[in-house]
């Protein structure tokens, strides 16, 4: 008899699943082909999520946790508004995948499915932690609900150029360095009051 890890399969599965969510679309995406791409059989998608929304949620968790992951150590150091642009340009790059389901599939499933914590995921475990790793670069703000404001307009920003710059970089045409730069230079000097 053999022997399943279950948490390998499960991340094999979410694997190919950000593969079919990130080509076809949540809506044009279907479980079995989501299961032929992880080499199983349609049934055995269900043994390890309820339904297709909730395999694009844990896609969506696997992503921000892989990204939360390594950004840790970048606001804790020198520079960190711009090493975390650059950080951001370069994860999504070596991951367009990745970039497809946060940057662009997301925010249509949060629509479809409002009562989905996919979209939070994002803002609230990344806001959260810019929030606290920036707060000394950043320009000086009163309030946390304005820091807050501050850095989701941010957020939405870089993800904006991150979205032109990967795909379509005929209208973005700057180095990640430069991207970053920029981006940074802006922050600074923002005026929230």
Known sequence: MRIIDKDRKEREIIEAAIEVFSKRGYEKSSVSQIAE??????????NYFKNKEHLFEQCYTFITSEFARDIKQITQG??????????????????????????????????????????????????ELIMRGFRDELPQISSRLKHRFYVSLMLGGVESVIVFWLFRPELMRLSAEEIAEHMTNLLKSGRME
Do not use: C, D, M
Not at 37 to 46: K, L, Q, V
Not at 93 to 100: E, G, I, L, M, T
């Open 37 to 46: 791409r992880a080499g199983i059989a349609t049934g055995g998608i269900y």
């Open 78 to 127: 020198e520079n960190k508004i711009y090493n975390t642009v650059l950080f951001t340009l370069n994860f999504f790059k070596a991951n367009p995948s990745f970039a497809r389901i946060v940057l662009l599939e997301t925010k249509n499933f949060a629509i479809r499915f409002p009562e989905s914590r996919a979209l939070n995921i994002w803002h609230h475990q990344i806001a």
